[in-house]
């Protein structure tokens, strides 16, 4: 089995300040992110893989990314909502600028987020960190018990950094878990452990 796991495009236009976007901040693709969601089924086209299944958070810019996905390659099936693909819920610090996070909490914070997925001692973040980690693995569980050659997984980057840690366990030479708008990763399941083959590719890229 094949998994294919896409970070939703993005959700600020050119001249717009970004901000800091979790589950409460419910944004659409900008057109720019409806192109990256394009490109993510070209490159499925290109690579003749046709998803068994795509499973998409219940977000927005999650769901309006797989519909056009799912446009691009002709998938004919359901797109599954999950709910454990659902963004982090940043709490107080959703919709503020990094400028503003870090005149309130220090520059440190954001980069141990960042570059090291370390939650900030203090933050008003949900779901804990037990629960982030547990619906990583038990969505990648109970994807290999429904026969399936390849599953599009598409949700958004703080979730994302969760299935990177439950793909890389152990890999002390792991890519950074930071996954860019509009890129994918991939993994295979075989024999009962998943086999990562590549982190935080630009479709056009691969």
Known sequence: MKVILARHGNTFGPGETPVWVGAREDYPLVEKGREQS???GAY???QSVMPDRIISGPLVRTREGADLIAAEIGFSGVIEIDERLKEIDYGSWGGK???EIEAQYGADVIDDWRERTIIPDGADWSPDLATLRQNAVSVMQEITEVPAETVLLITSNGTL?????AIYIGQGDAPSAKVKTGHICCADYVKG???PRFWNMKPDDI
């Open 193 to 195: 452990s998943y086999l």
């Open 161 to 165: 950094r969760y299935f990177h840690e």
């Open 38 to 40: 394009t490109a993510i």
């Open 97 to 99: 600028s990094d400028a």
């Open 44 to 46: 499925l086209n290109r």
